[in-house]
Every structure is written in structure tokens, then in C-alpha cells.
């Protein structure tokens, strides 16, 4: 498999798991700042159950902000990169 | 037999192999020739009618027979447009734009990669972390850099939003080529 197809599957891949795992604590995906992926939760305590059970590498890069009518936003900035070498 | 003729023999063959189960709701049908399906599809024959000569034979009065001579009714509007050449699943068809929108951008985040490798190895010499030093800020750099890139390069941006993928996704992949590029 190319770099680049392995790439968009793992992405994909991970995406769709991040939804799937949103979607079960009640939050609902959006487009975040920048394009990043981004889910609105009904209270805090979704929003942190949701970022604990996201990898750890992960969780280091997700952010809880207040929205409106009580609600919060977890946005899930890039992965931070690592020397394949 | 035209080639038309061979296909509606084929349709009516592929019907009466057809298995059906029959409960409170209806019958349901399993064909088992998709092609014959996909024929029926392409030929512009509306589902109802499909249903109709996949029923054939369930002792429904009200239903046609599927011969031939029944198709050829419809023929008039079946049989020019019955195609000629291979059949294409329209999920196939979306599924190659796709890879190609992909293909398409992966050349241009390659190309936009080596800018930041002529970049890192020039301009920005000593800005990036080599060898054993932290590399945080080259992946810092390398996320800022392609998520400018993904925000204002049109091309690359209308090649993935083809793909019908989210832009986060984009950002991360470029991310991943700018990086290993700023690395080399």
C-alpha cells in the first residue's frame, strides 16, 4: 500500500471512530476551527467522558471550549507528528 | 439475435432462477444475475416494473409474465437504451472520481511538501530541529504550515472536498508530508 493511501485509510479510519464514539456519549460532530474535527455535547461531563476514552495521543490534543445554551465543544486539533525514521 | 435480444433472453433466464420468500409483507425476491439487474437498471425500467417481472412466477394473476415478447412491449423504450458496452455500477464510477480526486491531491501536497523541504533546508535552516533536538516545533510548523495550505490553496482544496472527505483530514495528511519533508 502507497504512503499516501495508508495515510487517508488510517485518517478515515480514525475519524470514523471518533464519531462513532461521540455519536455514543451524545455528541454531535461540527466543523471546528480551521476545518478541524470538532463534537458539541450536552454537558461537560459527555465532553470529558468523550475526550478519556479518545488514544492518548489524542486526548493531549483535544480542547474543551463552552458553547452556547450550556452545551460543550471538544475540538480535536491534528496529531502531533513524529520522525518515522 | 441482436445483442439486445441476447440480453432480454438473459434477463428472462436470470428471472425464473430467481428464489423468493414469501411472508405478511409481500414476496421479496433474490435475483440471482446482478448483472441482469443492473441491465434492468440501466435500461431505465422503473422498479415497479423490475418488481413485476422478478414476480413472475409467484402465482400473482395481476403480474405479467417476463417473456420476452413482454419485455419487447417495454422494448420500445428498453431496447436503444440498453447498453452497448460494459455496464457501470454508479457506485464504482463515484468510487474512481474519488480515488482520483485523492490522487490528485496527494501530487499537490507532495509538490507543496518539497517547497517546505527547499524551505527547511534554506530559508528556515536552523528553525527546524534536526537529529536528536525536540522535533515538537517541526511538527508545530509542519500543522500550521498545511493547514494554511489546505485554507487557501483552492486546487488542492476543491481536489479533497471531490474526494468527499473533511478538510481535517486534509490538514492532517499534508501535516504528515510537510513533516517528513522539513525532517529530511
Known sequence: MSKASDLIDRYLGEAKEFAALAKKHKGTPTRGEDGSEAYVFPSGKAAENFVNKLPKKRQERAFLRDSSKGRVRVDIAPAKKESQR | ?184
Open chain 2, 1 to 184: 439475435m441482436s445483442k439486445a435480444e441476447q440480453l432480454i433472453d438473459r434477463i428472462v433466464e436470470s428471472v425464473s432462477e430467481a428464489t423468493y420468500m414469501k411472508d405478511d409483507r409481500g414476496i421479496t425476491y433474490e435475483i440471482p444475475d446482478k448483472e441482469a439487474e443492473r441491465i434492468l437498471i440501466k435500461a431505465g425500467i422503473p422498479f415497479a416494473q423490475r418488481k413485476m417481472y422478478k414476480a413472475h412466477d409467484f402465482g400473482s394473476p395481476q403480474l405479467p409474465s417476463p417473456n420476452a415478447s413482454a419485455l419487447r412491449k417495454l422494448g420500445k423504450r428498453v431496447t436503444p437504451k440498453l447498453p452497448g458496452g460494459k455496464f457501470v455500477d454508479p457506485f464504482e464510477k463515484r468510487r474512481k472520481a474519488q480515488i482520483k480526486a485523492e490522487a490528485k491531491f496527494v501530487k499537490l501536497v507532495k509538490k507543496e511538501a518539497k517547497n517546505w523541504k527547499g524551505w527547511a533546508k534554506g530559508e528556515g535552516k536552523g528553525l527546524v530541529p534536526r537529529g536528536s533536538e525536540p522535533e515538537d516545533l517541526a511538527s508545530d510548523a509542519a500543522q500550521d504550515a498545511a493547514r494554511d495550505w489546505v485554507q487557501y490553496d483552492r486546487e488542492a482544496k476543491k481536489a479533497w472536498e471531490t474526494a468527499g472527505h473533511s478538510l481535517m483530514i486534509a490538514t492532517e495528511i499534508a501535516a504528515d508530508y510537510i513533516y517528513d519533508a522539513m525532517m529530511k
